[in-house]
């Protein structure tokens, strides 16, 4: 990084960044450490605070609760993460090329990405509708008998997944798409003159110099589908008999619904703590992405 | 799978076929909208509707105040969008372009924030807004937004490449501080500003999570957030109903996208570098 300009006065930095760190501070750092205090309290939000130390966790274990928002948030999380990548990949591969039609075709899938999450989630409430859907009636017209996608206590996830992926295939297309640009023409051109064929230049030139961008899409989706909540909201309301509460959903949850902002808290703690984790992760891919460059 | 490549015709009938996927789900929502009760619970699956009945459209004008929730959901955007670009301007500035002794401490707080998305804060920042009575207020959705890692970092990162003797010029001929940030640098870097702003909008615009947790009350509702009551009110069958408030939510950020595709494209590409 270039050294930079000497400030006209030593205060000049902190002045122009002030407006950033106050804000910081108010709305991410302090509610960070107020939710780790929180989490020692039995509060529900109209009576006196009291505090029960790890109560709070010992519960949400003993309870399952933990595990079992853990164990949705992850199934949900595995089949979104490889569904949309395999998904945009392939769309990548089929439409990296100028043209109206292609143009045309990421743009049509893409439109997904810009419309709000509420949008999607009515519109295929309203497709897998157990009654009147339009997808329950073409399996109807095929002969065969639809099932309830979102009434099916062994359905209702892989329902939500697959919706989320038609949300998001375009903005894993778009990121792998960037990255098919970053390609040398030439690597291609000296794999054909080797005498490579389509799936031999796929496998040794496309697909190790993509690895960076996989990395990156992969751990940004599973981040971004690890926050998944507005679907599980509008659509099922973590149900049938609680087989879509997802993390964000069970803190929603104990917070508006039970009224157990100490309970709730320790949820925070633990999410975060996941979340951690997982940019963590990121983090080392993005390194590598750098470095691939 | 032979080592001949496909027919690009098969290709792109595939192609075609995968579009369809996508805009087959919108021209279902258009069709519902314009249906009538009678049709939907005779009919619910017909293609298309008996006519062009706007019935729908206006039972979801009786059913909510829709203007006032556009309203609030387009002044709730905008100011998060400026505020975030006023706020992360000058703090973009000093990370870029200033030499101070906190400069890699202040840089990786903001960067740090990425790992807190509202989804972690909501709860602490409910109780902390309703100690001030600050729930159900324009406040509540917009000043917790008000800095943005994503828009400080890539503020920064061009500023980066603005040469040095540009704002020396500046201070020789006397201009303040803020007036280097706002009038020199600004109008320099409008290409990364009009595409997060973008970004920024359509994403806040489009927000339900937040809203749907720090207001209960009709005043400050936004549009996401009513039109997905139009689902809860026990509204049984009226899917029309529910269709076309979706058109009205999902038509301005369809209209958005498909007027400003390249810079929205950009700022999500970018969002990658």
Same mark, same amino acid.
């Given at each position: 990084m270039s050294p930079g300009l000497l400030p006209r006065r030593a205060r000049d930095p902190l002045l122009l960044l002030a407006p950033t760190m106050v804000l910081l501070a108010v709305f991410f750092f302090y509610p960070l450490l107020s939710a780790a205090y929180t989490s020692l309290f039995d509060w529900d939000l109209l009576t006196e605070a009291r505090y029960?130390? @790890?109560?709070?966790?010992?519960? @949400?274990?003993?309870s399952g609760e933990l595990s079992h928002a853990f164990s949705t948030t992850l199934r949900f999380s595995v089949v979104v993460v490889i569904g949309s990548m395999a998904l945009g990949l392939g769309l990548a591969l089929a439409l990296n090329r100028t043209g109206a039609f292609a143009a045309f075709v990421r743009g049509a899938i893409f439109s997904a990405y810009v419309i709000s999450w509420v949008s999607v989630a009515l519109l295929w409430l309203w497709v897998l509708d157990a009654d009147a859907g339009a997808l329950t009636a073409l399996v109807r017209g095929a002969g065969l008998t639809p099932r309830s996608w979102l009434g099916d206590p062994g359905l209702a996830l892989y329902s939500l997944a697959m919706v989320t992926i038609w949300k998001i295939a375009g903005y894993s297309m778009v990121l792998f798409l960037a990255g098919l640009q970053d390609i040398p023409r030439a690597l291609y051109e000296a794999a054909a003159l080797d005498g490579a064929g389509r799936w031999s230049r796929f496998w040794n030139v496309t697909w190790p110099l993509l690895r960076p961008t996989t990395v990156f899409v992969a751990t940004t989706s599973l981040i971004v589908s690890f926050q998944v909540f507005d679907v599980v909201r509008v659509m099922t309301q973590g149900g049938p008999v609680q087989s879509t509460t997802v993390f964000v959903y069970a803190i929603y949850e104990q917070v508006f619904m039970n009224l157990r902002v100490g309970r709730a808290s320790a949820l925070v703690v633990?999410?975060?703590?996941? #979340?951690?984790? @997982?940019?963590? #992760?990121? @983090?080392?891919?993005?390194?590598?992405?750098?470095?691939?460059? | 799978m032979t080592r001949r490549s496909l027919s690009p015709f098969a290709v792109n009938v595939v192609l075609l076929g995968i579009a369809l996927l996508w805009l087959l789900p919108y021209a279902w929502m258009v069709s519902t909208s314009l249906k009538t009760l009678p049709e939907i619970v005779k009919a619910p699956t017909a293609p298309l509707p008996a006519g062009l009945n706007l019935s729908a459209y206006s039972d979801v004008m009786r059913a909510m105040p829709i203007g006032h929730y556009f309203w609030n959901t387009t002044v709730m955007a905008l100011a998060i969008a400026v505020l975030q670009i006023a706020v992360a301007l000058p703090a973009g500035y000093a990370l870029a372009k200033l030499r101070f002794r906190w400069r890699s401490l202040a840089f990786i707080l903001v960067v740090a924030t990425l790992l807190i998305p509202a989804q972690v804060r909501f709860v602490p920042v409910f109780t902390l807004l309703a100690d001030v009575s600050l729930i159900n207020t324009m406040t509540a959705l917009v000043l917790p937004f008000g800095v943005s890692a994503f828009g400080t970092f890539l503020i920064r990162q061009a500023l980066l490449s603005v040469p040095d003797s540009l704002i020396e010029a500046a201070r020789l001929d006397g201009a303040s501080e803020l007036r280097i940030v706002y009038g020199l640098l600004a109008p320099i870097l409008k290409p990364t500003l009009v595409a997060f702003f973008l970004f920024s909008f359509v994403y806040h615009w489009n927000d339900y999570f937040w809203p749907l947790v720090m207001t209960t009350d009709e005043a400050v509702r936004t549009l996401p957030l009513g039109i997905a009551l139009l689902r809860e009110q026990g509204t049984g069958v009226r899917w029309h109903v529910v269709m076309a408030g979706n058109v009205a939510l999902s038509a301005p950020a369809l209209l958005v996208f498909a007027l400003t595709q390249r810079h929205l494209l950009r700022a999500v590409s970018s969002k990658a570098l």
């Open positions: 029960v130390g @790890l109560e709070n966790y010992r519960a @949400l274990h003993e633990v999410f975060f703590g996941l #979340l951690l984790v @997982l940019t963590l #992760l990121q @983090l080392l891919a993005w390194r590598r992405r750098e470095a691939a460059r | -």
